[in-house]
């Protein structure tokens, strides 16, 4: 039986965004989130068993949502 991975990716996204206005990770690339291009990356590694993120208690309800959107099951909330 292969080993289960246990290697958990942290993810710093808790910026004030004072500079530019409004969260960069909110931020949209061909019409797809930063977080969310970031996220899925790690959803797709075979080595990561859970994603956390560290963001503004603001942010939070959204990047879940985002996770959802784009099938993103290793976050945990």
Same mark, same amino acid.
């Given at each position: 039986? !292969?080993?289960?991975? &246990?290697?958990?990716? +942290? %993810?710093? *996204?808790? /910026?004030?965004?004072?500079?530019? /206005?409004?969260?960069? @990770?909110?931020? =949209? %690339? &061909?019409?797809? !989130?930063? +977080? ?6 790690? @959803?797709?590694? #075979? &080595? +990561?068993? =859970? %994603?956390?993120?560290?963001?503004? $208690? @603001? &942010?939070? $309800? $959204?990047? %879940?949502?985002?996770? @959802? #959107?784009? /099938?993103?099951? #290793?976050? #945990? *909330?």
């Amino acid at each position: 039986m !292969p080993n289960q991975p &246990d290697t958990s990716a +942290i %993810i710093v *996204a808790a /910026g004030s965004a004072s500079r530019m /206005g409004r969260n960069k @990770q909110l931020l =949209e %690339i &061909d019409g797809v !989130p930063v +977080i969310a291009r970031t996220l899925s990356a790690f @959803q797709r590694c #075979k &080595d +990561i068993a =859970e %994603i956390v993120v560290v963001a503004r $208690e @603001q &942010d939070r $309800e $959204e990047f %879940i949502r985002l996770a @959802q #959107k784009y /099938g993103v099951s #290793k976050l #945990k *909330a």
